[in-house]
């Protein structure tokens, strides 16, 4: 099992065995969903996801010598010897598990990197099937946040396995016909947590950013449960006017263009429009995401405490 995964093929070796485990489960979801009648599914909605996934994977392969490049020579230098024990693999797992937290957290915190990372949200639709609908100009990226932990001494191969079970883990909480998980849902990323993340409610907004371990949204604050009395929505909003692939690839980044070219703005102006907070604008006109959430607290907060 160990040489099934230690080696340069270990990644691929990881998705192999995935197919065909993916592709029983969705036929197994798609045919839940005609029977009960449940309408998780839509042709369209599925054609897109594909068409971003294998974007996605065709700019991975284009990346792989390079990021392997880039964390390899981070490598090179590494502070610590592992002696590959079971705790070397423990650890490789919490401390990747970690890094993509940091990756997400970024991803919807600052536009340039919420203009990636949007494909993955603007479906209305939930199902495994969303899991694959990749953020596709991510591979150009990623890899940086990995490279921390070549230097720390973790093998850039072994945490790209470890990094890949937990994207295939990552895929199967795409789903709500799973309600609850039990005593796993204080450990794992369940399907209702990442439901809350899909949702485009304003309570659940930049909620559970969590791959696999959910310890990480509790730790940094940015874990919600899911509300039996607030029903997911999800998508983005506002929607975008069309699903074209053009528009679904580059919706946001025609926004941030259209912004940053306004006459007259300081460059720290367009920088901001780049870099800052999705929604944040020069004059003030623009509400972030926790602007929009001080807001509706601060409105629940008030009937909570009116009489009657």
């Given at each position: ?24 489960v ?61 705790w ?119 909620r ?37 692939p ?21 460059v ?28 509706y ?12």
């Open positions: 099992m160990m040489d099934f995964l230690l080696g340069e093929d270990g990644l691929e070796n990881v998705y192999a065995w995935a197919i065909p485990f993916h592709a029983t969705i036929l197994a979801e798609m045919i839940y969903s005609h029977v009960s009648e449940a309408k998780l599914y839509n042709g369209k909605d599925v054609a897109t996801s594909v068409y971003l996934a294998l974007l996605n994977f065709g700019l991975d392969l284009l990346m792989k010598a390079f990021a392997m490049g880039v964390m390899f020579f981070f490598y090179s230098y590494r502070l610590i010897n592992w002696d590959f024990t079971i070397y693999w423990i650890i490789c797992f919490v401390v990747t598990d970690f890094a993509y937290y940091v990756l997400h957290y970024v991803d919807h915190h600052s536009r340039a990197f919420w203009a990636v990372h949007i494909t993955h949200h603007n479906s209305e639709y939930f199902n495994l099937t969303t899991g694959f609908r990749s953020p596709v100009f991510q591979p150009l990226y990623r890899y940086l946040y990995f490279s921390p932990l070549a230097f720390l001494g973790f093998n850039p191969w072994h945490i790209m396995v470890v990094y890949a079970i937990g994207q295939v883990y990552g895929t199967w909480v795409h789903t709500q016909t799973v309600k609850s998980m039990g005593f796993l849902e204080y450990i794992l990323v369940t399907p209702s947590h990442h439901r809350v993340h899909h949702a485009c409610n304003i309570k659940y907004l930049d559970n950013m969590g791959m696999c371990l959910i310890i990480w949204d509790k730790i940094f604050g940015t874990f919600e449960k899911e509300d039996p009395n607030i029903p997911v929505k999800y998508g983005i909003y506002p929607k975008m006017p069309d699903n074209r053009d528009t679904v690839l580059l919706y946001e980044w025609r926004k941030i263009w259209k912004d940053i070219k306004q006459p007259g703005l300081k720290t102006d367009r920088i901001n429009y780049l870099f800052n907070a999705p929604g944040w604008r020069h004059d003030g006109t623009g509400k972030t995401v926790k602007q929009f959430q001080k807001e607290f601060e409105k629940q907060n008030k009937k909570k405490q009116m009489p009657g």
